[in-house]
């Protein structure tokens, strides 16, 4: 199999011509000579070892179809939308308590109103749960009206269905979670929608409670759900989800046709 | 290589000229090997798995004791009119764990039900039969109205308007030494009022829906 060559280093990285009577033009290497190679002196030391480089590549250095547009950088905006949310939420958790007894609410309270900037990155969390909802959504309808779920990317779609039921999760049991009355009546309509599935239903709702009625311990059940059980699955399966795309490549727009040979398009005529 | 295709195939590896063969063995090492470490495997994963989902659904299986709880003296309740009582339904958790309860006299001129000889006094739970907001007593109205989606029941609980798939759930309820009312487990009825263990909301319980929502595995007997 012919190897691709190597995409160009950026400018930053490539190794300054050494000046006459400098670096190796005279065999000694100045300690200015170093220092600006230090850079790619580390990424190389690192790649010796654990030969990242060459996947970094396979991912980032694709060949991508002509047509390829901005609706393409929905699944990227999605991801960074979870990623927002992993980071403000590992900060919100370093506040929150999970007290029905009045601590939760109190602890909310006190990060919207006395942290330094602690509004903010409750807002961000808050508005962000919705913009990632928004986008995975448009991220969707882009792979459908596009075509994109189609052989032989049909296993991606399947992922993509689940990463959207744990994302729906993670918007309910994170909507308990300031324990104020909306979150609290809101959590019990959604876990009695839950108990309407006929045979199974009564046993998701109890299982939602931890038990026949809202509990002691219900609150921190939505809370280890929200931040420890569903993050980890969602991260696993972008996982997933990324390496298909990068292995399976990404689809062209419908309205590009594939450039036929003159030789072809006469012997039509 | 004529053996391999006759009918009758040899137990033993040595026969059956598998690479790795040894003779009066009927697995190769390999395979032992492989079989080994993954049921090692298996065993060391199902030894934290299975406790740790036992103890995630455990609390399904939980049977709670019942609570009887004072709501008031017995002349604090009418038979024409219902008298809203708070009762903790979980204790220790505060506001969280509390519900309203709608208790009234024994009034043999309305509660003509069969099922209702015998009770002294009729609790009706404030947690609508559709998905679960507290429903009110509006008194004007003589119905329990319910804010969420519109929920209307009549004077005994008994759906009249909007999606409630069920009367309103109700309390057994007694009197005890001092002369107080209690209240005590939850019970869900049926269209005609029959008692069922109780149901969460949203669950019928006429023609198949007593089948299709089953009870509790931990609810007991009165």
New interface residues.
């Given amino acids: 199999m012919p190897k691709l060559p190597a995409p160009p280093l950026p400018q930053a990285l490539q190794a300054p011509t050494p000046r006459p009577g400098e670096g190796e033009g005279n065999g000694k290497a100045t300690p200015r000579h170093h220092a600006a190679q230090a850079g790619t002196s580390v990424v190389d030391w690192v790649d010796e070892r654990t030969s990242l480089s060459g996947g970094a590549r396979w991912l980032m250095f694709r060949k991508v179809p002509k047509g390829t547009n901005w609706f393409y950088t929905l699944g990227s905006a999605t991801m960074f939308a979870f990623l927002s949310q992993a980071v403000t939420g590992v900060f919100l958790a370093m506040y929150y308590r999970p007290d029905p007894s009045g601590g939760a609410y109190e602890s909310i309270r006190y990060v919207t109103n006395d942290v330094f900037l602690g509004q903010f990155v409750r807002g961000m969390h808050k508005w962000g749960s919705s913009v990632m909802v928004i986008l995975v959504f448009l991220h969707m309808g882009r792979t459908f009206f596009f075509g994109a779920y189609k052989y032989p990317r049909e296993l991606n779609w399947v992922i993509g269905v689940v990463l959207l039921i744990l994302t729906m999760l993670m918007s309910f049991s994170g909507y308990l979670l300031p324990f104020d009355q909306r979150a609290y009546w809101a959590t019990i309509v959604g876990v009695n929608i839950n108990g309407t599935g006929p045979l199974i239903g009564p046993y998701l709702s109890d299982f939602l409670r931890g038990g026949p009625e809202f509990g002691a311990t219900t609150l921190s059940r939505f809370y280890a759900i929200h931040m420890l059980l569903v993050p980890g699955l969602i991260a696993a399966l972008i996982g997933a989800h990324l390496y298909l795309v990068a292995k399976l490549g990404t689809t062209a727009p419908p309205w590009t046709r594939a450039e036929q040979s003159p030789e072809l398009r006469e012997a039509e005529a | 290589m004529s053996d391999k295709h006759t009918s009758h195939r040899s137990k033993y590896t040595l026969d059956r000229q598998m690479p790795g063969a040894f003779e009066g063995e009927t697995v190769t090492r390999r395979r032992f090997m492989v079989v080994g470490g993954q049921a090692a495997g298996g065993v060391a994963a199902a030894s934290f798995l299975l406790p740790a989902l036992g103890f995630?659904?455990g609390?399904?299986f939980?049977s709670?004791p019942h609570r009887w709880e004072s709501v008031g003296p017995v002349d604090m309740f009418s038979e024409t009119n219902y008298v809203p009582v708070v009762i903790t339904?979980?204790p220790?958790?505060?506001e969280?764990?509390k519900s309203t309860a709608y208790v009234r006299k024994f009034n043999a001129a309305i509660d003509t039900d069969p099922y209702d000889k015998g009770t002294p006094y009729i609790a009706i739970s404030s947690r609508c039969a559709h998905?679960?907001?507290?429903v009110r007593w509006v008194d004007a109205a003589e119905r329990f109205i319910c804010p969420?989606h519109g929920g209307v029941y009549d004077l005994l609980g008994r759906r009249v308007g909007g999606p409630p798939v069920r009367p309103l759930d109700r309390f057994y309820t007694r009197v005890n030494a001092s002369g107080e009312v209690e209240l005590g487990p939850r019970f869900s009825v049926n269209s005609e009022l029959r008692r069922f263990s109780?149901?969460?909301?949203?669950?019928p319980l006429d023609g198949i829906g007593q089948y299709?929502?089953?009870?509790?595995p931990?609810?007991q007997k009165l």
């Fill in positions: 995630a659904v609390p399904i939980k709670t339904l979980t220790n958790i505060g969280a764990g998905l679960g907001c507290p969420c109780p149901r969460d909301p949203g669950e299709a929502y089953p009870s509790r931990g609810a």
